[in-house]
C-alpha cells in the first residue's frame, strides 16, 4: 500500500459509506464487489477510483460466453502462422512469447504499475469462470502453458468488481469479496450528482426536473425504470430548448419522455399519467 | 454494556455477541469474514461507531437482501441492550463454527488464519481450536497494548462502562446521522428476503433454466478439436464438425387459475407466466383448477381448448413441467374416483392418479405453491401433493430452487 486512500472525483459524487469500503477493501487487498440497480453508478466508480488515485484502468467486460483464458492471456497462433507462411514481420517465429497476448486481468499482472482492474457485469458469466477468476485472483499468479511460464503480479490491482444480478453469487466467490450495495441515490444526493454533471444549470429546472423524475419512478407498473443516466439526458434534452419553462415540469407536462422510458409499454403507460393529470 | 473492568477482553467477547446475534438473525456471516473484520480491526481502519458499521456491513454481509437485517441488529445491539452471554461458551461455539468450515475449504481458513495450508491440515481439530483461541487472545493483548480495535483519542465508544454508544459521534465524517440511527432508518427494508417477487428477480430466476444443447446438423467447426486431431494425425488435416448450440429445453406450465383461492396470488403467476414465455423457446401453458383430472386446457377460460392428459404424455418425456397452484382444495377433489366440481370430467380416475401419472411421465417436474410455506401445514392436500411433486414456495428462493430441482441432472 502507497497509503493513497480514496475520496471521490470531480464527475462522481461519493457518499461516505462507499469511499470507506473502498478505502478498507485496497488496505485489506480484497476485491471489492459492488452491486446495485442499473445506472446506480458501479462502473463509473472504477473511473473515479482511476481519476482520485492517478492509477490506469483496465475494464474487463465480462461477457457470457466468455472463458477465463481469455480474460488472462491469448496465443495468437493465426499470427504465427501467417508469420511463418509470409515472414514479412519482425517477430521471430521460432519464439512463441511473441506471440503471446496477455488479456485484461494479465495486462493488470505485468503493469510496471498499480492498475485498477474492473471486472464489470461478472453476472453475466458462469459460476465456473467466476470462481476460476477468484481463484487467480487469489494467487495473484498465473500460467502460460504454451511456454511455461507463471505471470506473477507485480503490483496487486485494486479490483472492482459490478453485478446487476438480483441473485446473489455463489457462495465461495462471495466469501472473498467485501460487499457494498449502491442504493438509488435519494433526491438530495441526486442534486449533487446533477449538479457535477451541469455546473451553472439554472436551480429550478434541476429541482423541478428532479420532482418530477421521482415522481414518475413511482408511477405503478413501469418494467424498466429510469435511472440516473437517464435522468442526465433528459435535462440535457430540455435544455436543447432555451426558452423551456422549468414551471412546466410541475404541471405534469413533461416533454421527451422518451428518454426516460424506453419500453414501450412503460412509455405509454408514463405518457398516459402525465395527460391524465394535465388536464386537470 | 456494563462492564468495567477488563473492558479489553469484554470488547472481544462483545464482537463475538455481536457476530452471533448476527447468526441468530439469521444473517449467513461465515467465520471467515468474521476473521476479516477481525484483521481491518487489528490494522486500525476502524475508528469510530460508524465505521464499524460500514466496514462490518462490507465484510460480513454478502448481499443487500440482508442489509435489513443487519441494520436491525444493530440498532438492537448497539442501543445497549446486550444479552449476556458465557463467554467461554460463546468461543467454543465460533470454533465450532470454524472448524465446519475448515473442513470445507482448509485454504481458505488457512489464509484468513494467516497460516500456511499444509500447516493447518497437520492440526488435529482440538489442536485447531486451540489454536483459534490463542489468537483471539492475540488480538486481545494486541488491544491491552494500545492499539484500540475501535475508539478514537483514548476512549473505546464500544463496551465502556456505562457508555452509551448510540447518541456517538466519533471522526469527522460529514454525515447527519449516528450509525445507530442509520442503522435504524432500515434503509434497505426494500431488499429483504420477504419482499415481494417482482419482474426482474423471477426473470433471474428462470434464466437459470435456460441450457444450450448441441442440436440440428453438424456444421459448426470445432477448433479446439479440429487442432487437436490434426496434431493427433501428425499434421494431417482433420476438420471436427459439431451441431451448434440450440436451447431445446421444453416447459410445460401448468396453472391453477379457477376459483377464488388463487385470485391473490393473479399478478405474481402473471408475472412469472410472462417471463417464462420470454425466457423459453418452447413454452406451452396449460390451466386447470384446484387439481388436474383427465384434461387440461390450453385457453385461459378452460372451455375452448382441451387437451387430455394421454396427449399430453406424448410430448417429449425430458420437458420440465412447472404446476403453480396453492394446493388447497376438499381431500375428496383430490381422492375421489369422481371427485371433480365439474359433471364432464368424471371419468373415473381420482385426481391423485393423475398426478401420479404426470410425475411419472415428466421426470423433472414442480409445484410452485403461492401459499407461504408457513401455512402449509394447515392444509391437508398441500401435503399430499408435495408428497407427489417436489412443492416449491413461490417466492424468490423458493424459485431458485425449483430451477436447482429442474436443471439438477
Known amino acids: ?12 459524487v461519493l457518499d461516505a459509506e462507499l469511499a470507506q469500503i473502498v478505502n478498507v477493501s485496497m488496505a485489506l487487498e480484497m476485491p471489492l464487489l459492488l452491486k446495485g440497480e442499473p445506472g446506480t453508478g458501479k462502473t463509473m466508480l472504477a473511473y473515479a477510483i482511476t481519476e482520485s488515485l492517478g492509477m490506469p484502468l483496465l475494464t474487463l467486460n465480462v461477457k457470457s460466453s466468455m472463458k477465463l483464458i481469455e480474460a488472462l492471456y491469448q496465443y495468437d497462433t493465426l499470427t504465427r502462422l501467417n508469420d511463418s507462411r509470409f515472414g514479412d514481420s519482425k517477430r521471430d517465429i521460432s519464439d512463441i512469447e511473441a506471440y503471446i497476448k496477455m488479456g485484461k486481468i494479465g495486462q493488470a499482472f505485468v ?9 464489470d457485469e461478472i453476472d453475466k458469466a458462469d459460476t465456473d469462470f467466476q470462481d476460476d477468476m477468484l481463484d487467480v485472483l487469489d494467487q495473484m499468479e498465473f ?7 507463471t505471470i506473477r503480479a507485480r503490483h496487486r490491482p ?42 451553472g444549470m439554472s436551480g429550478s429546472l434541476a429541482d423541478n426536473a428532479i420532482e418530477a423524475f421521482y415522481r414518475l419512478r413511482q408511477l405503478d407498473g413501469i418494467e424498466k425504470r429510469p435511472a440516473t443516466r437517464e435522468l442526465i439526458n433528459w435535462i440535457r434534452a430540455l435544455q436543447t430548448d432555451p426558452d423551456f419553462n422549468p414551471k412546466r415540469l410541475l404541471k405534469e407536462d413533461l416533454p421527451f419522455l422518451g428518454v426516460l422510458f424506453k ?18 | 454494556m456494563c462492564h468495567s473492568a477488563g473492558g479489553a477482553f469484554r470488547d472481544n467477547d462483545m464482537f463475538i455477541d455481536f457476530f452471533y446475534q448476527l447468526r441468530d438473525h439469521g444473517v449467513p456471516v461465515s467465520p471467515t469474514a468474521f476473521l476479516t473484520l477481525h484483521k481491518a480491526l487489528a490494522r486500525g481502519l476502524v475508528n469510530s ?3 464499524f458499521y460500514t466496514v462490518s456491513r462490507g465484510i460480513l454481509v454478502k448481499s443487500e437482501r440482508y442489509f435489513d437485517l443487519y441494520d436491525q441488529v444493530f440498532a438492537h445491539f448497539f442501543e445497549g441492550a446486550v444479552l449476556p452471554e458465557a463467554e467461554g461458551l460463546a468461543i467454543d461455539e465460533m470454533a465450532r463454527t470454524m472448524l465446519e468450515q475448515w ?9 484468513a488464519l494467516g497460516i500456511d495450508e499444509n500447516a493447518l491440515k497437520r492440526f488435529t481439530p482440538e489442536e485447531l481450536i486451540e489454536y483459534f483461541k490463542e489468537r483471539l487472545k492475540d488480538q486481545t493483548e494486541r488491544h491491552d497494548g494500545g492499539n484500540r480495535w475501535i475508539g478514537t483519542g483514548g476512549t473505546s465508544p464500544v ?12 471522526g469527522g465524517e460529514s454525515r447527519n446521522h449516528s450509525a445507530v440511527k442509520v442503522a435504524m432508518e432500515r434503509r434497505y427494508k426494500d431488499y429483504s428476503l420477504e419482499g415481494p417477487l417482482n419482474p426482474s428477480m423471477i426473470g433471474e430466476a428462470l434464466k437459470r433454466l435456460r441450457h444450450l444443447r448441441p442440436a440440428g446438423p453438424k456444421d459448426k467447426v470445432n477448433v479446439d478439436k479440429s487442432i487437436y486431431q490434426t496434431m493427433k494425425n501428425a499434421g494431417e488435416i482433420e476438420i471436427v464438425f459439431d451441431s451448434s448450440l440450440k436451447d431445446r429445453l421444453k416447459v410445460i406450465l401448468a396453472i391453477d387459475n379457477g376459483g377464488w383461492s388463487m385470485d391473490p396470488y393473479i399478478p405474481v403467476v402473471q408475472t412469472l407466466f410472462d417471463y417464462s414465455r420470454a425466457q423459453f423457446k418452447e413454452v406451452k401453458t396449460f390451466f386447470f383448477h384446484n387439481t388436474i383430472y383427465e384434461t387440461v386446457w390450453a385457453d385461459a377460460s378452460r372451455y375452448k381448448k382441451p387437451t387430455t392428459l394421454n396427449e399430453l404424455a406424448r410430448r417429449d418425456p425430458d420437458t420440465r413441467l412447472i404446476l403453480i397452484g396453492d394446493a388447497s382444495m376438499a381431500p375428496y377433489e383430490l381422492m375421489s374416483q369422481d371427485g371433480s366440481i365439474y359433471i364432464t370430467d368424471r371419468s373415473g380416475r381420482p385426481s391423485i392418479a393423475c398426478l401420479h401419472f404426470l410425475a411419472k411421465t415428466f421426470r423433472k417436474s414442480v409445484w410452485l405453491n403461492p401459499v407461504q410455506k408457513a401455512r402449509w401445514p394447515y392444509t391437508r392436500t398441500i401435503g399430499t401433493i408435495g408428497q407427489i411433486f417436489p412443492m416449491f414456495e413461490l417466492t424468490i428462493d423458493g424459485l431458485e430452487k425449483a430451477v436447482a430441482h429442474l436443471t439438477a441432472a
Not at chain 2, 473442513?103 to 489464509?111: S, T, Y
Open chain 1, 1 to 12: 500500500m502507497s497509503g493513497q486512500t480514496f475520496s471521490g472525483a470531480s464527475r462522481y
Open chain 1, 111 to 119: 503493469a510496471d504499475r498499480r492498475t485498477v482492474l474492473l471486472i
Open chain 1, 143 to 149: 500460467d502460460i502453458i504454451e511456454i511455461d511460464k
Open chain 1, 158 to 199: 485494486v479490483i472492482i468488481i459490478t453485478s446487476n444480478a438480483k441473485k446473489d453469487l455463489s457462495d465461495p466467490f462471495l466469501g472473498r469479496c467485501n460487499f457494498h450495495h449502491i442504493a438509488f441515490p435519494d433526491p438530495k444526493m441526486m442534486r449533487k450528482i446533477i449538479d457535477v454533471h451541469f455546473p
Open chain 1, 263 to 280: 419500453k414501450s409499454q412503460d412509455f405509454e403507460q408514463a405518457t398516459r399519467v402525465s395527460q391524465r393529470r394535465g388536464r386537470f
Open chain 2, 49 to 51: 461507531l460508524e465505521d
Open chain 2, 103 to 111: 473442513l470445507q475449504n482448509p485454504k481458505e481458513l488457512a489464509d
Open chain 2, 159 to 170: 463496551g465502556h462502562s456505562g457508555h452509551h454508544p448510540g447518541g456517538m459521534r466519533v
